[in-house]
């Protein structure tokens, strides 16, 4: 059993590489988000990148409150459809997505962060793990 306080996300193993080579190869936006949300800094909240989940692999996840978050970039482009089939089945999981553009990260990180933050705030006590 996981420690209290700690959630254990099932992912397939075979991404534990894919989720590095996308760290090491972090666009601009990702980047510039993950300076805000690392090292606890929305509200106490840890966030981990390029995140295993499933047979995916998340742009940004926190655990506690089961939340995605994903950056909409030109490597979106043609995938759309593998996006949404993506998000629908890991929201049957449990799992809530908050999606931004890649240009508003750029154009206004503050108002990114300032949404996320009051998402937070307005979903932290309904955020509970899917039963097993």
């Not at 981990?48 to 926190?62: A, G, I, T």
């Amino acid at each position: 059993m996981p420690p209290t306080g700690r959630k254990f996300v099932k992912y397939d193993p075979k991404l534990k590489q894919v989720a590095r080579m996308l760290r090491k190869n972090s666009t601009l936006a990702e980047i510039m988000l993950w300076k805000e949300l690392k090292s606890k800094r929305i509200l106490g909240y840890d966030f981990h990148r390029q995140k295993p989940v499933e047979n995916y692999v998340l742009d940004f996840f926190c655990p506690r409150l089961n939340l995605a978050i994903e950056i909409d970039g030109s490597s979106h482009d043609n995938r759309e459809a593998c996006d949404e089939k993506r998000q629908r089945e890991l929201e049957m999981k449990g799992i809530k997505f908050l999606r931004f553009p890649d240009e508003e990260i750029k154009q206004n990180v503050e108002g990114v962060v300032e949404e996320i933050t009051e998402w937070i705030l307005n979903n932290k006590n309904k955020s509970t793990h899917p039963s097993r």
